[in-house]
């Protein structure tokens, strides 16, 4: 098996296929531990509300149970809030509010689900029966749901110290530079777009099993995560006060992350409290009723925006205003996609002079937001991309035309933007006219003829983009060699980045495979032990993880290399210098004496090595970006609809994409697919909706629209990779594209199927309820 036929840049099968579609895969409710309790939680019945009491004796006397424990016992304990970890700054300089949030509520509720009590007993029944004997006593207050309706003057507040409910105001850009452009504007064009409030929902909903260990002081946590080493450092240092090494988290398998796996929640924190209360293992098994009134939601908000236009139709300005939900509470990183992310898309694929973003954060009575797929770059291109098709409706310009006039062009890179992004790398147009091509844009005409005919109705649409990938510019790799049966040594790998569907233990074998030029199949990827991790390293968010976490995993290949030309030159008899790597294997320059690079750490083990050569071939490098990359696109989506139903159904989709180099080109596509999967689930009925009382009405999969694979067009998908320049992969990240191209494409495709009847204009979810409406009203 040559490392030629598996490295960069080739179609290899997912080697972890295999085990999990046969049911090998081992996820966190698959896990116990001896001696092991069960917890389960009584939760907040209200949307807001007082807690007047909370009566635990008879849950406490029950058959079974071990103990209960409320918000008062964590508090007691100096076991600290949930922390945010975004320290953004109000546009007067004052720092962003973050209310705390216990793991378990103290005084009030903020939203339907919240954690109130937990119940700890030697079964699941027992722990679930015990709850139902909690005597809760809470006072309803008024709730408000709405982000609009939470910033009036006479709205319900959620936090003394958050008047208005607003936690941060943040105006960023150039606001004098974006004004005049307005004033001497010969065109503008204004929208103003919902993006809906989205659940997650990953295919394995979260459990968690935890322990204390009592002789060594150390908590143990075995969760789904995204990556260990944040898990641990935010429930050592903000919540437990204690060192890193003392916070030791597993993750085995995940079903599906999406970005809501990346914190610890609440009931982590509850059972490894109770672990340590109690002396004895305890797990909780969430249902998928929990992870919809408990997990972190999405999106949630209202964007303004404006463009102004010169009178051939280049843009001299945007100004966009979003209002973004962040529900009851804070989340880990929540304000994130609603600020940082959202401004740093604004300019796209544009050469765009100037921008102006004001964001506010609003609490609502509903489920914290946290990042979620695309997280802030789909907000960003929706509003770009429609207000471009609305200009172009507008003004009588081509809406490709529009586009191709204010491109930035592949010559002008590197392109230093209006925000002072550097562009190191990318053809915008030609991955346009990619993807033009392969969705037949001409002959549109035909189609639409064709549907006319049959009483349908049918629309095209475009979407070009830019993603700020990246997130933290820091990630560390360790390669050491093991002994792995007859087959000899092994080169393991060991990353902080965490796979949950993106097939990390193909893609990275593969740049190891070609960087060290060893057969595939000895290369082992090893994630999920905050013990074993790197000491520099995140999560796998943000696009990042090849473009990070595999830039240092060829640093450290590098490295490997290096010490192994010093230790060939020992067991060889030579100089270093007189060393060269080739093929997998050192050879003594002009000759044929050699050595494999496996076959050399096996030779090195237990022998004795002079005092100034690398004692083994392990190496651990880091990498740390100068720049965030910048993956890019453009996707085509058409759709067709029936007048008389209202149904939207899209009948094709074309997506190119730029990014970067393209480690495993199957695996990409299959990103792709999953990406545009969520982003049209989004456009045609994902939707999680509450009530004014702050009742969450979807909370299943009967309320609330999954997007199903016959929901799904055929997708004709294809790449225009320009390397980028900022690590050494030329990677640029590729998980979140399709959903970020997916929302603008398909929105503007439906909006041109209804522009003949009058509607220029529509909010997601294109529910058919929605899009009959539309039709009937303009009728």
Same mark, same amino acid.
């Given at each position: ?49 007082? *807690? ?26 100096? *076991? ?20 705390? =949030?216990?793991?378990?509520?103290i005084g009030r509720v903020r939203h339907a689900g919240e954690p109130i009590a937990v119940v700890i007993a030697e079964t699941p029944e027992q722990a679930a029966d ?8 809470? /006072? ?10 939470? *910033? ?11 008047? +208005? ?31 809906? =409030?989205? &659940? ?58 999406? +970005? ?34 408990? %997990? ?52 796209? &694929?544009? =050469? ?93 005409? !035909? ?7 049959? !009483? ?19 990630? +560390? ?5 093991? /002994? ?107 000759? %044929? ?11 090195? =083990? !237990? ?54 180099? &393209? ?88 909006v041109d199927a209804l522009a003949g009847h009058g509607i220029v204009h529509l909010d997601m979810p294109a529910t058919p309820q929605k899009v009959w409406a539309a ?5």
């Amino acid at each position: 098996m040559s490392a030629e036929s598996f490295g960069i840049s080739q179609h290899v099968l997912r080697r972890e296929d295999v085990r999990l579609l046969t049911g090998g895969g081992v996820y966190s409710d698959d896990m116990s531990m001896p001696g092991q309790a069960w917890a389960a939680f009584l939760r907040s019945p209200f949307g807001h509300g007082r *807690i007047v009491s909370v009566g635990v004796d008879s849950a406490r006397a029950a058959p079974g149970v071990l103990g209960v424990f409320t918000g008062g016992d964590l508090a007691a304990a100096g *076991i600290g809030p949930l922390p945010n970890l975004t320290p953004f700054r109000n546009t007067d300089g004052s720092p962003i509010v973050v209310p705390p =949030r216990p793991a378990l509520a103290i005084g009030r509720v903020r939203h339907a689900g919240e954690p109130i009590a937990v119940v700890i007993a030697e079964t699941p029944e027992q722990a679930a029966d015990a709850v139902e004997l909690i005597e809760l006593d809470i /006072e309803p207050l008024p709730a408000v749901v709405d982000v609009a309706a939470a *910033i009036r003057p006479d709205a319900p507040l959620l936090h003394d110290e958050a008047p +208005g409910n607003v936690c941060l105001d943040q105006q960023v850009g150039d606001t004098a530079a974006v004004d005049a452009a307005f004033a001497g504007a010969a065109h503008v064009t204004r929208l103003e777009a919902t993006s809906n =409030r989205l &659940v997650g929902n990953p295919m394995e909903p979260r459990s968690a099993v935890a322990a204390w260990d009592a002789g060594a002081e150390r908590y143990e946590l075995v969760a789904g995560s995204q990556g260990v080493n944040v898990m641990r450092d935010i429930l050592a240092g903000a919540v437990f006060g204690v060192a890193k090494e003392k916070m030791h988290v597993v993750t085995h398998d995940v079903g599906g992350g999406f +970005g809501i796996k990346t914190q610890p929640y609440p009931e982590y924190v509850a059972i490894l409290f109770a672990a340590r209360a109690l002396g004895r293992p305890v797990k909780w098994r969430g249902t998928r009723s929990e992870g919809f009134l408990s %997990d972190n939601q999405a999106r949630d908000g209202v964007l303004t925006g404006e463009m102004a236009f010169d009178a051939e139709g280049h843009i001299l300005a945007l100004r966009v205003d979003l209002l973004a939900a962040m529900g009851g509470y804070l989340s880990t990183h929540g304000p994130s996609a609603a600020t940082r992310n959202v401004f740093n898309c604004l300019t796209g &694929v544009y =050469r765009t002079p100037a921008i102006a973003f004001r964001s506010r954060c609003v609490f609502t009575n509903a489920a914290p937001v946290g990042p979620y797929r695309g997280a802030g770059r789909p907000e960003a291109a929706y509003i770009v991309e429609r207000l471009l098709d609305t200009a172009a409706r507008e003004t009588g310009i081509d809406r490709i035309e529009l586009r191709q006039r204010n491109m930035i062009p592949a010559a002008a890179m590197p392109f230093t933007t209006a925000l002072d992004q550097v562009y190191d790398s990318g053809d915008f147009e030609g991955a346009m006219d990619k993807a033009l091509d392969l969705a037949d844009w001409d002959g549109f005409a !035909g189609r639409k003829a064709a549907s006319q005919a049959a !009483g349908k109705l049918r629309g095209i649409g475009v979407a070009c983009f830019v993603e700020t990938a990246g997130g933290v510019l820091d990630e +560390g790799a360790k390669i050491g060699f093991a /002994e792995n049966g007859p087959g000899g040594m092994t080169v393991e790998v060991r990353v902080a980045s965490q796979s949950n569907g993106q097939g990390h233990v193909t893609s990275f074998a593969q740049v190891v495979a070609e960087r060290l030029q060893v057969p595939y199949d000895r290369v082992t990827i090893i994630e999920g032990d905050s013990a074993a991790t790197p000491e520099i390293g995140a999560a796998s968010t943000a696009s990042r993880s090849m473009a990070l976490a595999g830039s240092a995993i060829a640093l450290t290949c590098d490295a490997v290399i290096d010490k192994g030309r010093v230790l060939a030159g020992h067991v060889l008899e030579a100089a270093a210098a007189d060393i060269e790597y080739a093929g997998g294997a050192f050879r003594i320059a002009g000759t %044929d004496r050699a050595i494999a690079l496996l076959d050399l750490a096996a030779a090195i =083990r !237990g022998r004795a090595l002079p005092g100034d050569a690398p004692q083994s071939l392990d190496s651990k490098e880091n990498f740390t970006s100068p720049e965030q990359t910048y993956p890019n696109g453009c996707h085509v989506c058409e759709v067709e609809i029936d007048p008389v139903t209202g149904v939207t159904d899209v009948v094709a989709y074309a997506a190119v994409d730029d990014c970067g180099t &393209v480690v495993n080109p199957m695996i990409v596509h299959g990103q792709v697919h999953g990406g545009v999967a969520q982003g049209l689930g989004q456009v045609l009925g994902e939707h999680a909706v509450y009530d004014g009382d702050g009742q969450l009405l979807s909370g299943s999969f009967m309320d609330y629209m999954m997007p199903r694979a016959d929901d799904m067009p055929g997708f004709a998908l294809g790449f225009h990779p320009v390397p980028c320049t900022t690590n050494p992969l030329g990677a640029k990240g590729a998980g979140e594209a399709g959903t970020t191209g997916a929302l603008p494409a398909a929105m503007n495709a439906i909006v041109d199927a209804l522009a003949g009847h009058g509607i220029v204009h529509l909010d997601m979810p294109a529910t058919p309820q929605k899009v009959w409406a539309a039709l009937d009203g303009a009728a």
